[in-house]
């Protein structure tokens, strides 16, 4: 078939990794269609507005170890629209600020002498007689911190955002996380001591770019220069169908029942979702893997208060055990832009399950428990509060790693290989890895190679290195390789598995 008569290139979801592959297709003069199920392109990195004020949806550093992302960011926005941001973000307990990451003296110190002791003591006891279970994440940090700085600085937050008890994430993902880190080698390697002396401090990142009117900038600019190039984006056009015969994909149909031919497919849908679309369809042992992959949600609910009753940081976390609230952002320390004059927006995070309490809220109820809690935590007084208030959920913010999930995505992605090899998963839901905004540019990137220049790249071993979560260092690789196939890359711990009437009553 001459190349000219060839069907366009079908992208699926009009996020990062979506429209990265588009711009990339576009700029090889490639006929590219992208579809996309919601109103608004960016996925989680979209820019949400409501009344004129800007919400970032999680927050998203611009910062990358891979040079071709960090072109690309400069391809699609100018450098006039970037801004450098500091980065500062700190640990909320008993209404005073820590610093994040953790420093002994700051956070000693910060607790007042008594605590301080106490802390010091708890830690002087774990050293003679320490946690008998060290195979899970309380075991694991408590041994090194002590019982006393556990539940002050890591146990809260972390079964917050997990929705799970510490006790059932297991330690490898604290060992990935902490490093070899402990109370007594944190105080001497502030001195200078201890094995390598300060060289061996890895630090994160000072400063970071930031777009002026936040990410979803960079991808409302994306979508017009795929448009400008002769691209198809279809908003509110969920995949109902992917059909395919003979070894390859062919056809993708809409919810609405538009077909549009395909000569290959990248997929940015959740992997479970894009699995059960095939027809004709898996078989029972694909979909029971499909069926058993889960994710973690969030919501935002945004209020508005005056300038002078925000905070410095990014976002602060929130440690203490009497609220539901994980993180607070303060969009005008993002962007000046992205608020009013003599006001800002703070964004308080939920980490929730679709279908549980909090997702079923009204956003009434939603913004009256964030102007509670955020009275509470005392980050602003209540009276500073502002009437106005809005409530932004997203699903499947984060891919679950559950006991076996890994094996689950194994049997997924070694079906779509045989069966339909110019079907492509990238992306954080599109492969099921809880990906950073770059990581998922350059799974695209990587896939348009292969479809474009006929290269062989792996896409699977993109975000596997053991060390990445915005450090610097002197040895960093701009492409990671697969060294080590038990990792989960970007932090994230394996959590216990769910049995499968707890995931319907989830979804109820």
Not at 57 to 81: I, M, Y
Not at 198 to 208: A, D, M, P, R, S
Not at 363 to 377: M, W, Y
Not at 454 to 463: A, E, I, K, L, S
Request: aromatic share 10%.
């Amino acid at each position: 078939m001459d190349s000219l008569a060839r069907p366009p290139v079908l992208v699926i979801g009009a996020g990062p990794a979506g429209l990265t592959a588009a711009v990339r297709l576009t700029q090889a003069d490639v006929d590219v269609t992208v579809v996309e199920a919601s109103d608004s392109v960016g996925g989680i990195s979209r820019t949400v507005e409501r009344d004129g004020w800007r919400f970032d949806l999680g927050g998203h550093r611009f910062f990358t170890k891979v040079p071709e992302v960090e072109a690309f960011w400069h391809e699609v926005l100018p450098d006039e629209d970037f801004l450098s941001r500091p980065r500062l973000s700190r640990i909320l307990y008993r209404g005073k600020l820590f610093d994040y990451p953790l420093k002994p003296f700051n956070a000693l110190f910060g607790l007042g002498v008594l605590e301080a002791i106490r802390c010091v003591l708890s830690y002087a006891m774990v050293r003679v007689r320490p946690p008998k279970d060290q195979s899970n994440f309380e075991g694991w940090v408590a041994a090194r911190f002590g019982w006393r700085l556990y539940r002050i600085f890591f146990k809260t937050y972390t079964e917050k955002v997990w929705g799970v008890p510490a006790t059932d994430i297991q330690a490898d993902w604290a060992a990935q996380r902490i490093k070899n880190l402990s109370l007594l080698n944190a105080i001497t390697s502030a001195f200078g001591f201890g094995k390598g002396g300060k060289e061996q401090i890895t630090t994160l990142i000072e400063e970071f770019q930031y777009p002026r009117l936040g990410p979803g900038m960079m991808w409302d600019r994306a979508r017009d220069l795929v448009l400008a190039d002769g691209g198809q984006i279809l908003m509110e056009s969920p995949v109902a169908k992917v059909e395919h015969a003979d070894g390859a994909a062919h056809t993708v149909v809409l919810a609405n029942g538009e077909r549009l031919p395909a000569s290959a497919v990248i997929s940015s849908m959740p992997m479970p979702e894009l699995v059960r679309a095939m027809d004709p369809p898996a078989p029972a042992d694909v979909l029971e893997a499909a069926d058993n992959l889960g994710f973690r949600d969030f919501l935002t609910v945004a209020l508005i208060v005056p300038e002078s009753a925000g905070f410095p940081d990014n976002w602060i976390y929130i440690h203490e055990p009497g609220v539901r609230v994980g993180r607070v952002q303060n969009f005008g320390s993002w962007s000046p832009e992205l608020v009013k004059d003599g006001y800002t927006c703070l964004g308080l995070e939920y980490f929730v399950s679709e279908g549980d309490d909090l997702w079923e809220s009204s956003d009434e109820d939603l913004i009256a428990l964030g102007k509670a809690e955020l009275a509470k935590t005392g980050l602003a007084p209540a009276g500073a509060i502002q009437a106005a208030g809005y409530v932004v959920r997203v699903p499947k913010a984060y891919p679950v790693y559950d006991e076996g999930y890994a094996e689950r995505v194994d049997v997924l992605r070694a079906w779509l290989a045989a069966t339909v090899p110019n079907v492509h998963p990238v992306g954080r839901n599109g492969m099921h890895r809880y990906n950073n905004q770059d990581h998922s540019m350059l799974t695209a990137m990587l896939s348009v190679d292969n479809i474009v220049k006929g290269t062989t790249h792996d896409v699977w071993t993109v975000n596997v290195e053991e060390d990445y979560h915005e450090t610097v260092s002197s040895t960093d690789a701009a492409y990671p390789s697969d060294t080590a196939s038990s990792r989960t890359g970007r932090d994230a711990p394996i959590l216990p598995r769910r049995s499968q009437p707890d995931r319907e009553e989830s979804a109820a």
